[in-house]
Each structure stands twice: as C-alpha cells, then as structure tokens.
C-alpha cells in the first residue's frame, strides 16, 4: 500500500508566487514524523522541514511551512514568495513509530519549475 | 553542506564487477542509512546501522552488504553488479534512539552506472 502519495507530477508557477505542493500518508501508527526535502538537478538530497504528529502548530522555517491536516491525514509543503532557485524535485517523506525500522518512506515527488 | 559525506561522486563499472560505496556520517550521529533512488523504483530505503549494529533491512537485495565500523562511517558493498543497479545511492545520517522525529540528513550521493 502507497503510504505516501504525492499527485502531482510537476508544477509550473511565477516567480514570487506561492506554491503549494500537495502530501497525503497513510499510517495506523499515532507517532510517526513528516519530512519534505528538495533535490535540485544536482543530486544532493537537503532536508527543509519537519511536522510531528503531536505537534499542535504546523512547522515554519523561513519561506517554507507546512500545512499539516492530521484527520485528513495531509502534510502539504507551502512555498511564499518563489524563487527562480526553488526549482527542484520536491519530497515528501514519513518515519513512523519508536520501534522498529526507523526508515523514511518517500513520496514519488513532485517536480517544481518556477518561471521568470 | 549536510555533514554527511560521501565516495565516490561517479562510479563506472562493467555488469559482474564489485563496488565499494563509502559514507561518514555527521559528526555525533551514530546512525547510518542507505538508500537507492533509481527511476523506476523512486527513493528506497536499504540497510540502517545503529552505532555499529544493523538495525533494519529493506529491499537490500543479497548481492548487496553493508557495515558500520567502530568509527562510525559505513560502507555499502554491490556485487555481481547488473544494469538495474545503476542509480543514485545515499547515505543518510541521524543522532540515533529518538524515533519518529529524528531528520535524516542526506550525504551528496553516489552515482553508479553499471554498463
């Protein structure tokens, strides 16, 4: 079963605009993490953002902050203001429980073009 | 910069052949993981090592291994290596033993092109 589903393949938006890119999971585990990370064209994976599922307020760092829905079990990534060096491939990643394989489960990502 | 670093950048090598993939994590983290991002199988999760033990196994195949060494960097041993095997491969590191909410922090990867 997919636990991690993100529908959109790719996004094309303008520069300066908001984007928002979308994250459904799936888990019966009440403690599990949410994680979204970035890879540009060159490779490297860089970690942005983290939600917990008992956190009471969604994350923020900088311009990036997450929208996290824990009934409709959704986490999606909110970019403000784009920037020409937004365009990567976009993860959405979960980690569940204490025990057991502390792995990270990812998304199929979504491609972000951000236009001058 | 993560901190987790990764060697080599580019491997090339022929069908049948042995690689050695080498990875030092972040220093203080005592946890290591590999993962493979190939284009029909996205990201993968392989092996994790907990401060020189293995912890958990994914879709490691059997061609594959992997260890922890005493000072914490770790290597991911492919042999009989075929043309599926071609992908991105990570490293990842965390402090370790704080559960779900422990970030990953990714290493630059190794690009391996098994022709």
């Known amino acids: 079963a997919q636990k991690i589903t993100q529908t959109q393949p790719g996004m094309f938006v303008q520069e300066k605009e908001a984007v928002t890119l979308d994250c459904t999971y799936d888990t019966s585990d009440p403690s599990y993490g949410l994680f979204w990370y970035k890879q540009p064209s060159s490779g490297e994976m860089i970690f942005l953002i983290y939600?917990?599922?008992?956190?009471?307020q969604n994350a923020t760092e900088g311009r990036y902050s997450l929208n996290f829905q824990k009934a409709r079990k959704s986490a999606n990534l909110v970019i403000s203001a784009s920037q020409l060096g937004d365009s990567a491939m976009y993860f959405c990643a979960m980690r569940e429980g204490f025990q057991g394989a502390q792995k990270l489960v990812f998304g199929q990502g979504t491609r972000l073009t951000i236009n001058p | 910069d993560s901190g987790v670093t990764q060697t080599p950048k580019h491997l090339i090598t022929a069908t049948g052949q042995r690689v050695t993939l080498r990875c030092s994590p972040r220093?203080?983290?005592?946890?290591v993981y590999w993962y493979q991002q190939s284009l029909d199988q996205g990201l993968q999760f392989l092996i994790q090592y907990y401060n020189g033990e293995e912890r958990a196994k994914g879709n490691i195949l059997e061609r594959f291994s992997a260890q922890q060494f005493p000072d914490l960097h770790s290597e991911l041993n492919l042999s009989s290596l075929e043309l599926g095997d071609s992908a991105l491969y990570f490293c990842?590191?965390?402090?370790?033993?704080?559960?779900?909410?422990?970030?990953?922090?990714f290493g630059p990867g190794t690009r391996l092109l098994v022709l």
């Open positions: 220093s203080g983290d005592l946890s």
């Open positions: 990842a590191s965390s402090v370790g033993g704080r559960g779900a909410g422990e970030t990953q922090y």
């Open positions: 939600q917990g599922s008992y956190d009471q």
